[in-house]
């Protein structure tokens, strides 16, 4: 049987692909004019609205690198076209990589025990990568334009409720991510990489936060997510397995 990559690293596979990336590349053109000109719309000038593009394209730095360390790993599974096409939509190591080995597993190939991949596997691995992750689309259409209803029922229309409550979900989001690796490192002094990594990260950030409310530097603002995000990976390669 032919090794599977052979397959998975094929010029049909990448045309396949690059109109999946073309689209998500056009759907963020479109966001960025639709934000610049709300953003207009509302009394933003334009110093405003390049500051606010200038700061969210270096906060994406950080997760960008995160995102092509992940990138690297997927391409030992899949090789680059499905991961070129999977995380420029997802961006989950961990769920690709799940999904992906749960295909070729209902395929009857135990990796673990050492049996290779096959093209029909491969492709078997492909299809759960892709058809897993339909349903958060499928929600995404059915209730993001019913969200504004459910936020001014929530916050009674005071904006500032509205902002603590958001506050409150992205770190009960994030929260929840790392909680399995940072707790074990207090509760039974196991050292993780992941936990040391989410650590340090917090703290880089907190320090960032604390010098830059004594010295408003700008720009260290806007750095701020990729330093904290390069540090916490910094001090995880310093940790030994």
Request: aromatic share 8%.
């Amino acid at each position: 049987m032919e090794n599977y990559l052979v397959i998975a690293e094929a010029f049909p596979v990448w045309l396949c692909v690059v109109p999946a990336v073309v689209l998500v590349l056009f759907q963020a053109a479109i966001f960025v004019k639709k934000a610049y000109r709300a953003g207009a719309e509302i009394g933003m000038t334009q110093k405003q609205l390049n500051s606010a593009i200038r700061a969210s394209a270096i906060s994406s730095i950080g997760p960008a690198l995160a995102i092509l360390s992940t990138l690297l790993a997927l391409l030992v599974l899949v090789g680059g076209p499905v991961a070129w096409m999977r995380l420029s939509y997802i961006g989950n190591m961990l769920f690709e990589a799940l999904a992906f080995n749960f295909g070729i597993t209902a395929s009857g190939i135990e990796t673990a025990a050492g049996q290779a991949v096959t093209g029909q596997a491969f492709v078997n691995g492909v299809w759960v990568m892709i058809l897993g992750s339909i349903g958060w689309i499928i929600v995404s259409i059915l209730i993001t334009d019913k969200m504004n209803v459910v936020q001014h029922k929530i916050s009674g229309g005071n904006p500032r409720v509205m902002q603590i409550i958001a506050s409150c979900a992205m770190i009960a989001g994030l929260g929840s991510l790392i909680v399995p690796y940072v707790v074990p490192i207090f509760t039974a002094a196991k050292v993780d990489r992941n936990g040391v990594s989410a650590i340090g990260g917090a703290a880089v950030m907190a320090a960032i936060c604390a010098f830059n409310k004594k010295r408003k530097i700008g720009w260290l603002g806007e750095w701020s997510l990729a330093f904290a995000i390069l540090g916490g990976l910094v001090l995880a390669l310093c940790i030994k397995k």
